[in-house]
């Protein structure tokens, strides 16, 4: 007979993302909703080897919705691959009396939480939060709809100079091991190409598609680069030189990672945080929070772990078809 879940631990650990906090909220308030004991953990799994605990409220998560980063802080926590390390964790779980935990994060949140499950059997749920939206098993994770928006903003204030000017612009945005930000970004600013690290490129043909492009009467051209495609700035001065014509390059960099959420953000956060938490209680044990084609459900943990999540290569497509 499974252990009913009275007391719930939440953390936030890995790269931030917005909407961390609205997540929080959401599993903070559904825990309380249904009579659990909610302790906050400070900096993800370094809070868990530290015992970094506190107990937390309704008040505890009041006016953060609209808050981007996390109120629980996060820290990259290498030293939680040592088994003796977690065996100090799991001690401060039980010492604790935490009957479940919640982990919002991304990839490396997944696989300590199901890592902590497998040789702990605590009950774990993940809320897939990251930025790059490469969480298998979710159409969609909570912080990827702001990072592409703030991204978009920033590259139509970049096209106005790129006109002004009639320069070829490098915009270097987040992603060092795949391309879903540069993807979408890509295709919603309208790019003449988007490089990613998933797919080769071949630098001769983009230029002949930028120099098609000005003698069709185009004054300007942006390149989305996500930053595990290469180089920007060595990109930049190889298109000079076969080109001769002035190229710039703006690196996005971290202004992706903050800001308030957007409402999709937010709305996801909310779904996603209450169905962790009324997972656990109906007895599921390892599983992801995630949105598949539009509808709410708890899938195998072990998947997200153990599969790779791979852009949308006719999105990646169109972006090309749409540059004339």
């Known amino acids: 007979m499974k252990k009913a879940i009275k007391h719930i631990g939440v953390l936030t650990s890995g ?12 599993v903070v308030r559904s825990a309380l909703d249904r009579k659990l004991k909610v302790t906050g953990i400070e900096r993800g799994y370094w809070g868990l080897l530290t015992g970094d605990f506190h107990d937390m409220d309704s008040r505890s998560v009041g006016n953060i ?4 980063g ?6 990259r926590c290498p030293e939680f ?6 065996d100090q964790a799991y001690r401060n779980i039980l010492d604790k009396g935490l009957d479940a935990l919640v982990a919002i994060g991304g990839n490396g949140t997944s696989a300590a939480a199901y890592t902590i499950h497998r040789e702990l059997k605590l009950p774990v749920a993940v809320v897939p939060a990251s930025i790059d939206n490469d969480v298998y098993g979710t159409d969609e994770t909570v912080g990827f709809d702001t990072a592409v928006n703030t991204a978009v903003s920033a590259i139509d204030k970049i096209r106005d100079t790129a006109s002004s000017h009639e320069r070829i612009f490098v915009a270097e945005v987040m992603g060092r091991e795949n391309g879903f930000i540069a993807q979408e970004v890509g295709l919603c600013c309208g790019a003449e190409a988007v490089l ?3 797919v080769k490129f071949d630098l001769k043909q983009i230029c002949r598609s930028l120099v098609l492009g000005h003698k069709r009467g185009k004054v300007s051209s942006i390149i989305v680069m ?4 290469g180089d920007s700035r060595k990109l930049a001065a190889q298109i000079t030189k076969e080109m001769g014509l002035e190229v710039r390059v703006s690196v996005l960099g971290y202004i992706q990672r903050g ?8 709305f996801l956060a909310a779904r996603l945080g209450n169905l962790a938490v009324r997972a656990l209680c109906e007895g599921h044990i390892a599983i992801l929070a995630a949105i598949q084609k539009g509808g709410f459900v ?27």
């Open 226 to 229: 996500a930053e595990g495609a």
């Open 259 to 266: 800001g308030s959420p957007t409402a999709r953000s937010r």
């Open 298 to 324: 708890h899938a195998p943990l072990s998947l997200a772990v153990n599969k790779t999540k791979h852009i949308d290569y006719q999105a990646y497509k169109l972006t090309y078809q749409l540059a004339l």
């Open 81 to 86: 691959r040592e088994r003796k390390n977690r």
């Open 65 to 68: 919705i609209s808050r981007g």
């Open 70 to 75: 996390t109120i629980l802080r996060t820290v």
């Open 15 to 26: 790269g931030d993302a917005p909407g961390m906090n609205a997540a929080i909220r959401a």
């Open 196 to 198: 990613v690290p998933e």
